[in-house]
């Protein structure tokens, strides 16, 4: 046996080390699939919380039925405070139908008759979530966006 068999083979036999080396290839792996479970867990609990937002928002237009821009800017502000989102982030805007036709967006309404006209609110959130991972250099911003149309005459 020559001396390089010799101390592969006393290099195999010892096993003193190999716990540290399985850790080293282990940890990061359950580190990183830790990382990844919380951010993504964060990610669908802010999706979850703007769907009862806009929910929230859709009973606040039904209850109030905001027929001036004053009203419409009123729960506009309380579905932001509700949301915990910056004002401009909350979007209502007008939405108006003609019998069976297309919704038609825009401030005023179109011409038809008053039996036939439907008004609508649109409601539109949006918000963005900057995962942990971002910071690192991977990937980019993940962006929400719920849209509600509410009928409100």
């Known amino acids: 046996m020559t001396r390089i068999q010799a101390f592969l083979q006393r290099l195999r036999a010892r096993e003193d080390g190999t716990a540290l080396i399985e850790t080293a290839i282990v940890a990061p792996v359950l580190i990183v699939l830790a990382v990844g479970g919380f951010e993504t867990s964060a990610m669908v609990a802010r999706q979850s919380e703007l769907q009862s937002a806009a929910e929230q928002a859709t009973e606040i237009a039904l209850a109030t039925v ?17 949301a915990g989102l910056p004002l401009q982030h909350v979007d209502l805007s007008w939405k108006y139908r003609c019998g069976s036709g297309a919704l038609v967006d825009g401030p005023t309404a179109p ?5 036939s006209l439907n008004t609508y609110i649109a409601i539109h959130l949006s918000d963005e979530y900057q995962p942990v991972w971002t910071e690192w250099g991977f990937g980019t911003s993940f962006e929400y966006h ?3 149309t509410v009928q409100i005459s």
């Open 146 to 148: 719920v849209r509600r």
């Open 66 to 82: 905001p027929d001036t821009d004053a009203e419409k800017t009123l729960v506009q502000e309380k579905v932001a405070a509700s």
């Open 111 to 115: 011409s038809c008759s008053e039996d």
